[in-house]
């Protein structure tokens, strides 16, 4: 039996993980980590038997130790750590939301553990000092975004080859909505998502097409592509989930039901393939498939998130903590929906990027952008 680690076992992405497990029979859950929900910790402890548990409060470790008083039980960022270190792991899956998520995998990597990444801080903050990493320790990151699985999947071997990566977005919620009707959309609005169904946060980074701008980072980082040779299309049915275009001018894309259990069964399975969870039920049949180019006017973020990347340094730090702290303002009906791409423009305009940054002064940054912008 393989031997997994799941940080953020509560979450869209946890919770879709373990239903993925329930399906392969292969894996054995040495650790959980989750948030705010113990309860369904609670559950999860009580079906997958894990020997260790990182909670996010210190009260919280009271009421799971008084349910599982044999189980080792951790908190807070130490925890993460902790259970990070455990050189037991075989594969070790981030699903965690933000930047807590940064230090852990790293931690990880420097114990030679392989790493499934559904975080998106991690790469956007710190993509060069984590791709070293994981070079020097021979750690394989494999991701579990949609795309950028799609991406790893039209590769296989054929890196070398690869021309251009072209990323697919649904549009979100807002793609047939005018810049007046986004203007007045509230939260409620905004979270309704025409194809998938995913955390709150990265759910309005659809909405303003955040979400397509740090995946670009992402692949940058991931596939090591220039910014000029990652391009993205709108495809509203979510079918085709990227495109890799080669050398010798043929593509290839790969192409299923919008579902996050095939990404993240591949990224588990990988470099193989076995039946799953989703892999019946799916046809072409009446299908349609539509392409368009995204409207950069429209959705701003998207362009921000291409320039904060070509200039790197910390300007993808200060695009994304200028982000983090205006989506929960605007789900917390401080901000409007435009006032996101707003606050996001204003921390970018303001800040001077600096270059060869350090880990301590990738939090720096993000603290100081965080407290500044923050509503």
């Given amino acids: 039996?393989?031997?997994?680690?799941?940080?953020?076992?509560?979450?869209?992405?946890?919770?879709?993980?373990?239903?993925?497990?329930?399906?392969?029979?292969?894996?054995?859950?040495?650790?959980?980590?989750?948030?705010?929900?113990?309860?369904?910790?609670?559950?999860?402890?009580?079906?997958?038997?894990?020997?260790?548990?990182?909670?996010?409060?210190?009260?919280?470790?009271?009421?799971?130790?008084?349910?599982?008083?044999?189980?080792?039980?951790?908190?807070?960022?130490?925890?993460?750590?902790?259970?990070?270190?455990?050189?037991?792991?075989?594969?070790?899956?981030?699903?965690?939301?933000?930047?807590?998520?940064?230090?852990?995998?790293?931690?990880?990597?420097?114990?030679?553990?392989?790493?499934?990444?559904?975080?998106?801080?991690?790469?956007?903050?710190?993509?060069?000092?984590?791709?070293?990493?994981?070079?020097?320790?021979?750690?394989?990151?494999?991701?579990?975004?949609?795309?950028?699985?799609?991406?790893?999947?039209?590769?296989?071997?054929?890196?070398?080859?690869?021309?251009?990566?072209?990323?697919?977005?649904?549009?979100?919620?807002?793609?047939?909505?005018?810049?007046?009707?986004?203007?007045?959309?509230?939260?409620?609005?905004?979270?309704?998502?025409p194809r998938w169904h995913m955390g709150r946060k990265i759910t309005i980074d659809s909405a303003t097409l955040m979400n397509k701008g740090l995946e670009v980072i992402e692949a940058h980082h991931l596939f090591n592509m220039d910014y000029d040779d990652i391009k993205v299309v709108i495809h509203p049915q979510s079918l085709v989930h990227s495109f890799v275009e080669f050398i010798d001018g043929s593509m290839l894309a790969q192409v299923g039901f919008p579902s996050m259990h095939i990404p993240i069964q591949y990224a588990l399975t990988y470099p193989k393939r076995q039946k799953g969870i989703k892999t019946n039920g799916f046809s072409l049949f009446g299908q349609s498939m539509t392409f368009e180019k995204p409207d950069f006017k429209k959705f701003p973020c998207l362009q921000m998130a291409y320039d904060a990347g070509k200039k790197g340094g910390s300007a993808p730090i200060v695009l994304n903590a200028a982000n983090e702290v205006a989506v929960n303002d605007f789900l917390m009906g401080k901000i409007s929906f435009l006032d996101i791409e707003k606050t996001v423009e204003k921390a970018l305009c303001e800040h001077n990027i600096v270059y060869n940054l350090s880990l301590d002064d990738i939090f720096e940054i993000d603290n100081e952008i965080r407290k500044k912008y923050s509503a």
């Avoid at 470790?61 to 807070?76: A, C, R, Y």
Wanted: charged share 25%; hydrophobic share 40%.
């Fill in 1 to 193: 039996m393989k031997k997994i680690t799941l940080l953020g076992s509560t979450g869209s992405i946890g919770t879709q993980t373990l239903e993925v497990l329930d399906y392969l029979n292969e894996y054995e859950v040495l650790a959980l980590a989750a948030g705010k929900n113990v309860q369904l910790l609670a559950q999860q402890i009580e079906k997958y038997h894990p020997k260790r548990v990182s909670v996010q409060k210190e009260e919280d470790v009271k009421f799971i130790k008084s349910k599982f008083p044999n189980l080792e039980v951790f908190w807070g960022l130490d925890g993460l750590m902790e259970i990070c270190s455990d050189t037991k792991n075989d594969i070790i899956l981030v699903a965690t939301s933000g930047k807590i998520g940064l230090k852990p995998t790293l931690r990880a990597i420097e114990n030679k553990i392989d790493i499934a990444l559904a975080n998106k801080e991690t790469l956007v903050m710190a993509g060069e000092i984590v791709m070293k990493k994981a070079r020097e320790n021979g750690v394989k990151i494999l991701p579990v975004d949609s795309e950028h699985s799609a991406i790893l999947q039209c590769l296989g071997d054929k890196n070398n080859d690869a021309y251009r990566l072209i990323i697919t977005a649904s549009g979100g919620p807002f793609l047939n909505k005018t810049r007046e009707e986004m203007e007045k959309s509230n939260a409620l609005e905004a979270l309704k998502h």
